[in-house]
């Protein structure tokens, strides 16, 4: 169980900023947290930010890998394992495209579309490094509901682009 209120879409979507300000600032990627809730319990089952472990890795991928080493399954194998309620707060819409050659956030969450089914997303992407995001498309074409949660971008924006340099 936690503090947030089921469906408190706005302090889920606080506790991802807070999760986000976690990620060191760099110039060539966005500092993005994630919470992963199941809606049944309210219980929150993963956190992530991106750059928490080791790699090149994203927020959602960070909660994704947390869970499989949790329950000792390869992330591909998630699926298997977690409940068919869940909900992913991310501040930035996820990644339809990775410039590394990493598996793209939504294709992560598209093998979980039995589980996750409504991602909160509290910004979509700026087409700063991948120009035409297609991530909210892509998920909703799966079944996936993306739900915007309104009043954060400006705090959004000015965490994911610390380190950036700006014009």
């Not at 790699?55 to 960070?62: L, M």
């Amino acid at each position: 169980m936690t503090d947030i209120q089921p469906a408190d879409h706005k302090g889920y979507m606080q506790l991802a900023l807070e999760q986000a300000k976690k990620s060191p600032p760099k110039p060539t990627n966005y500092r993005v947290g994630a919470v992963i809730v199941d809606t049944a319990s309210n219980e929150i089952l993963a956190t992530g930010y991106t750059l928490e472990l080791p790699g090149n890795t994203h927020a959602e991928q960070c909660c994704l890998l947390k869970l499989a080493e949790k329950h000792g399954v390869s992330e591909e194998n998630l699926g298997d394992v977690l409940p068919t309620n869940l909900a992913l707060y991310t501040t930035v819409e996820p990644c339809s495209k990775r410039l590394s050659g990493n598996l793209p956030c939504v294709e992560r969450v598209k093998r979980l579309a039995g589980c996750i089914k409504t991602v909160h997303v509290g910004i979509l992407e700026p087409e700063t490094f991948v120009a035409e995001n297609t991530g909210k498309k892509s998920l909703q074409d799966a079944g996936i509901q993306v739900v915007a949660v309104e009043g954060f971008e400006k705090d959004i924006l000015e965490v994911a682009t610390a380190g950036h340099i700006k014009s």
